[in-house]
């Protein structure tokens, strides 16, 4: 276990400055807080919450409630909050359940600011205790108040000395945020982390997790200067939506490292029963913490480790590792563990070889792992360490030391640490053995390289240093443009589902499923409906022999399990005869007639595209190898909708009929991009169509003559189900609504529309047409065009949170005829109320035309429809057209500041 030194700053803040700018700043920046509940009982909760916000001074002042003391541990009492007399910050709940809604009731009407609710015996007990967290969600909704818990051990701010927990042990202060979903498991982490001197900036027990969610937390302790990572024991989530959104956000400047029980049956039946909450399928949550680029670990330990690894060394550019050991087996146990985890062996190059050659003796292994044997001095031992570093071929090296007679580890350590000054790429180690190797280790972790008991920990730890990596790099390439989705897509759809609903149906044949893929421009079969013999017979003359007759039903989605399905008939008796089999299978009442089909004839490889709706995250896509043995083989991947062209070759990557699908024994591969494209145009169908519970095409027909779906179903939920019910994405569509169309009086026509993905390359001409001038009264400062258009920069301008922002671009068509940006206007939520800033800039020739005031108007209206209550907006003072624009449109200005002037709009 690595080593992870708890800050220096030993000292305690003896007073509470002001608040940071977080809405959950009453809970960990107190001035006062109530202990409701507060009692000299031995062994209560009570009284060791008291006992710990005491005995760790915070700055804050205290106030036992217990109605039936006059005191509390020689502290005065008081019978409840409003007789404080003073406003409170913090309420702590530690009373029996059926109190806390009326307890909270009264919290809320003395103003308090926030509670933690340590009481248990809510919905983890069933109905009644469901029935308690309803009238608690009712209480929160009359005010302010923001809620932690209930059934929870608190909270921890080691930096400033709160300790509102009833944990026996205190948090050393640090810059790791450890948020745990186990009170239990909190309380042990605490105890392990004072013996491993490991500190932490927050400790959040988060309970059920009524009010404040993963994404308040996430957002919190990302805007908190003293947290470089966050690490997560989850077991369920309540809202995915705000979870991502947080996450994608901060995972791109700080490590987000999880670890989530539940990947068999047996362990979500637990964790259901101990949050009192659905956990959902684990392939899910896999995805969604790829696409938000959290790391997922499989333990504790490793939870910690790679806090520390990722802290210290740099990302990798690959996966490939390289391993410089004085121990043969050491180096075996790292291969196994490498290549199990999903890492590479990196192949060293001749040049390095020869390096090696004159440096270690002739026995050396040749290869990588590379064995410089066990009686090599440590002058040789980093010397072959530097010049494996130096390979091209390899992104990472694992330095493996045990004590051997001619070892020498002290001095190794030093010659080591020399060479990690050089060496820009991830250096890690497991020098193995006791209180020697340990103090040469030390030597190491004192040079920022992290140290393991043991080889495969090591190995493991960089292998999911590349996993991270890989999911930023996802998170960062811009994805193609994948052409214009069909407009009338969703208008097409919902009347093919308003003849279902009407007659009360859930299930859609097969016929009405494919015109449902059409209407998204997806490949399907032509069919044509039969429901006679004589029917069946003329339809198959007309699309020419062989043909496929199926099932037509209402009610019958897997045909084929029940003789539904007939191929490769090649003429009239067997379309015939197919038929009346048919009919007499399904004599049931489920039988419609059938359709008639071509054979496709084509060979390729069968796949599987479907969407269905998980309890915790809405509609989830699967894609991999189809056909009858689907969930036999289970060869597939998952990924939350809506798709870039980027995150679908990503969805691809992570099944292995990818690689017969680039081409594999004289098999010519399949159009790869054409099937990013497929998928993106999938992905639009689940989000823009929330009727649909289910859809699924499979086999999904794919050869280098392109693709074709055989068969499709689609399942609609209940037509009870409201719409405003219905499960909406995790992620947040692209919100075509906000699309439309203006025109400037001298005749230039724009299209107004929110950003996109793919708009970088559009972006990078947009700062190209500024002249430094603007720039300078738009941003303040005179930025520079290289960082202006880098793509580090403009990726995340584009790529987008919709639900945290609405970027609005308006888009013109120059005298060639191409795509060019002329504006663009943001509006960004605040994560501490329910305000938004908007900001915009236009091109130099646009500007003067109207084109600004437009903008400026229509974002107004997307943030009254977004339910935004405040806009607000900053400008240089001596930009006098902008300041007039902004009063023209209803903003007031605040008296400006440093040359700055500040304006705010009231919307509610």
């Not at 209930?150 to 202060?173: E, H, I, K, Y």
């Not at 938000?292 to 670990?297: E, K, P």
């Not at 081409?663 to 010519?668: A, D, F």
């Not at 935004?868 to 930009?879: F, K, M, R, V």
Request: glycine letters at 8%.
């Amino acid at each position: 276990m690595p080593t992870l030194p708890a800050t220096d700053q030993r000292g305690r803040e003896s007073t509470i400055p002001s608040w940071p700018p977080s809405p959950l700043a009453p809970i960990f920046h107190p001035r006062t807080v109530a202990v409701i509940g507060a009692t000299e009982k031995p062994a209560s909760v009570g009284r060791t919450i008291l006992r710990n916000l005491m005995e760790q001074p915070s700055g804050a002042t205290i106030y036992p409630i217990n109605p039936h003391r006059p005191n509390v541990l020689g502290i005065r009492c008081y019978p409840n909050v409003a007789s404080i007399g003073e406003q409170v910050d913090l309420a702590i709940v530690v009373t029996p359940a059926a109190t806390v809604p009326d307890v909270l009731q009264e919290c809320v009407a003395a103003g308090a600011r926030s509670a933690i609710v340590i009481s248990a015996g809510f919905a983890e007990l069933g109905a009644d205790g469901r029935a308690l967290e309803s009238k608690i969600r009712q209480v929160l909704a009359s005010g302010h108040l923001r809620l932690i818990g209930p059934n929870c051990v608190g909270v921890m701010n080691p930096r400033t000395g709160l300790n509102a927990t009833f944990a026996q042990s205190n948090a050393l202060p640090g810059n790791i945020a450890f948020l745990s979903q186990s009170g239990a498991l909190c309380t042990a982490v605490l105890d392990w982390s004072r013996r491993e001197n490991v500190g932490f900036s927050g400790v959040v027990s988060v309970g059920s997790m009524l009010d404040v969610s993963w994404g308040d937390l996430i957002y919190h302790y990302g805007d908190d200067a003293y947290t470089s990572s966050i690490l997560i024991y989850m077991e369920s989530i309540r809202d995915a939506r705000s979870f991502l959104s947080a996450a994608r956000e901060v995972s791109l400047r700080k490590p987000i490292i999880v670890i989530k029980p539940g990947r068999t049956e047996a362990a979500r039946k637990a964790a259901a029963s101990h949050t009192g909450s659905m956990t959902g399928s684990d392939e899910v949550f896999e995805a969604a913490f790829r696409r938000a680029g959290i790391l997922r670990v499989a333990s504790i330990g490793e939870l910690f480790d790679m806090a520390e690894v990722l802290s210290k060394q740099p990302r990798p550019h690959g996966p490939r590792l390289a391993v410089v050991t004085n121990a043969g087996g050491g180096g075996v146990l790292a291969v196994d563990a490498l290549l199990a985890s999903g890492g590479q062996l990196a192949t060293l190059s001749q040049d390095t070889q020869e390096k090696l050659n004159k440096l270690l003796p002739a026995a050396w292994s040749h290869s990588n792992p590379v064995d410089t044997l066990g009686d090599c001095l440590p002058e040789m031992y980093a010397k072959a360490l530097q010049a494996v570093a130096d390979d091209p071929n390899c992104d990472a090296v694992l330095s493996i030391l045990a004590p051997q007679g001619m070892t020498e580890p002290e001095q190794a350590a030093g010659l080591v640490r020399k060479a990690a000054e050089t060496i820009k790429k991830p250096l890690i180690a497991s020098w193995m053995g006791g209180s020697r190797m340990q103090l040469a280790a030390n030597v190491l972790n004192e040079a920022r390289i992290p140290t393991f008991e043991y080889p495969d920990a090591a190995a493991r730890s960089f292998a999911y240093m590349w996993r991270y990596t890989s999911y930023l790099q996802a998170l960062y390439e811009t994805p193609v443009f994948a052409g214009d989705l069909p407009e009338d897509g969703p208008r097409r759809v919902a009347e093919i589902i308003a003849g279902a609903v009407a007659k009360n149906r859930t299930v859609l044949t097969e016929h009405e499923s494919k015109q449902v893929l059409a209407a998204y421009e997806l490949p399907v079969t032509p069919s044509k409906m039969a429901s006679s013999a004589d029917e069946a017979d003329a339809a198959a003359e007309k699309i020419g022999y062989p043909v496929v007759l199926k099932l037509n039903s209402e009610t019958v989605t897997h045909k084929s399990d029940r003789g539904g399905v007939h191929l490769n008939l090649k003429d009239a008796s067997a379309v015939r005869s197919a038929f009346e089999q048919i009919q007499s299978a399904f004599s049931d009442g489920s039988f419609q007639g059938v359709t008639v089909q071509p054979m496709v004839s084509i060979s390729g490889y069968e796949l599987i595209l479907g969407s269905s709706t998980d309890p915790q995250f809405g509609p989830v896509l699967v894609f991999g190898l189809g056909g009858q043995l689907v969930e036999v083989l289970r060869d597939n991947a998952h990924a939350l909708p809506p798709l870039t062209t980027i995150l679908a070759r990503r969805m691809m990557e992570n099944t292995r009929i990818l690689q017969a699908l680039k081409g594999v024994r004289g098999r010519k591969p399949v159009d790869l991009e054409k099937l990013e494209e497929l998928l993106v145009r999938f992905s639009e169908l689940v989000v823009e169509n929330p009727r649909i519970a289910d859809i699924e095409i499979n086999p999904l027909l794919a050869s280098e003559q392109g693709f074709i779906a055989l068969d499709a179903r689609v399942i609609l939920h209940p037509a009870t189900m409201r719409d405003a019910e219905l499960p909406r994405p995790a992620i947040r569509p692209y919100p075509s609504q906000y699309i439309s169309n203006w025109q400037t009086q001298d005749g230039t026509s724009f299209m107004l529309r929110p950003i996109r993905p793919d708009d970088e390359p559009l972006m990078v001409d947009f700062h190209h047409q500024l002249s430094e001038t603007s720039v300078y009264m738009r941003f303040f400062l005179p930025l520079k065009l290289d960082f202006r258009v880098s793509h580090e920069r403009l990726f995340t301008k584009c790529f987008i949170d919709y639900d945290r922002e609405i970027g609005l671009v308006a888009e013109y068509a120059d005298e060639e005829g191409a795509r060019r940006i002329a504006g663009i206007a943001r509006l960004i939520r605040k994560h501490s109320d329910n305000s938004a800033e908007v900001a915009f800039l236009i091109a130099d020739k646009f500007q003067n035309r109207g084109l600004g005031t437009h903008m400026l108007d229509t974002t107004i209206k997307i943030a009254r429809k977004e339910g935004i209550a405040t806009l607000e907006g900053a400008t240089l003072s001596d930009n006098f057209n902008m300041k007039d624009m902004f009063i023209k449109a209803g903003f007031h200005f605040a008296p400006p500041e440093d040359g700055v002037a500040t304006a705010e709009l009231q919307l509610k």
